[in-house]
């Protein structure tokens, strides 16, 4: 079968201290990269890895050169975009973004032109996360300045009215309970309606496996390389990537892949509070509390 194969990453975390995400409760990303790494030499190769976004946990330098040493063993070339826990700052001087240090192979591009299709790369940390300072994110997303974002992308998507486009971004444009902010669904929304090359869309962040819609076009969310979450069961799921093939025809498929290691096989009920969160009962910085969060 003919088409562009991708494979998506997100949610890495990286941290590189040997300290699990998410007050211990994740798994550590660096033994999942290990187990993923493992099971893909089992797996077909691809064109291209997308890695959406928290690709480092905090958003520290030397996170940043852990990242971009683990990206670096996979093969061929990788596209990386920012999330709520990356900081442009230290993200755009690293490795990641410069192609020094070994890692020409990694990128963090604005779109990319693939197998017939454009790759449009969206920045939804509009809510300024992205800075050398206090955080103050409420964990949701906005695309970031947004007339300017909007603009670029329309750009972008008009001037390849005639070709399948596919957008990357790190927060779901779609409802999903706490997780996604209505201005942002509306945002997205009305960007797809205004293109119909939209075929999809690929994001992470609420580290779970659902596809959703925003506009009558499917956002496939991605599992995380560490704490993943079963939303309907309201437990935690193996860690997992997601596998996409881009057809001539316009059309998209894709699959999640969680990884088969039974040091994460077992699902545990989330704790209350994440529930709580999900449920919007509790705010962001009592669930930051809990975890220990900055
Ligand atoms: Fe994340
Ligand atoms: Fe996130």
Not at 65 to 81: P, S
Not at 206 to 230: E, F, K, N, Q, Y
Request: aromatic share 6%.
């Amino acid at each position: 079968m003919s088409g562009f194969r991708v494979r998506q990453f997100s949610d890495t975390h990286f941290t590189g201290s040997g300290v699990a995400p998410y007050g211990g409760m994740g798994p550590d990303p660096d033994l999942v990269f290990d187990a993923v790494l493992a099971q893909l030499d089992e797996r077909p190769g691809v064109d291209l890895t997308v890695v959406t976004g928290d690709l480092a946990d905090h958003g520290e330098p030397g996170e940043y050169r852990h990242v971009a040493g683990q990206l670096g063993r996979l093969d061929g070339e990788v596209h990386v975009l920012a999330g709520n826990h990356d900081r442009r700052i230290h993200l755009g001087a690293s490795p990641l973004a410069d192609g020094e240090g070994g890692a020409d192979r990694i990128r963090m591009p604005d779109s990319a032109e693939v197998g017939g299709w454009l790759f449009a790369y969206a920045d939804s940390n509009g809510d300024g996360d992205d800075v050398d300072d206090d955080r103050g994110n409420d964990g949701k997303g906005v695309l970031a300045d947004a007339d300017a974002e909007v603009d670029r992308l329309d750009r972008l998507l008009g001037g390849a009215a005639d070709q399948p486009a596919f957008l990357w971004v790190h927060h779901p444009p779609c409802e999903l309970g706490g997780f996604s902010l209505p201005e942002y669904v509306a945002q997205v929304e009305a960007l797809v309606g205004r293109h119909p090359n939209v075929r999809g869309i690929g994001c992470g962040h609420a580290h779970t496996d659902v596809v959703r819609p925003v506009g009558g076009v499917p956002v496939h969310l991605c599992p995380s390389m560490t704490l993943s979450i079963d939303l309907d069961a309201g437990t935690t799921m193996p860690p997992g990537f997601r596998e996409y093939r881009f057809g001539d025809d316009g059309t998209v498929d894709s699959v999640v892949v969680h990884v088969d290691d039974e040091r994460w096989a077992e699902r545990r009920p989330l704790p209350q509070v994440v529930l709580d969160w999900m449920a919007g009962l509790v705010d962001t910085e009592e669930l930051r509390a809990h975890f220990g969060h900055h």
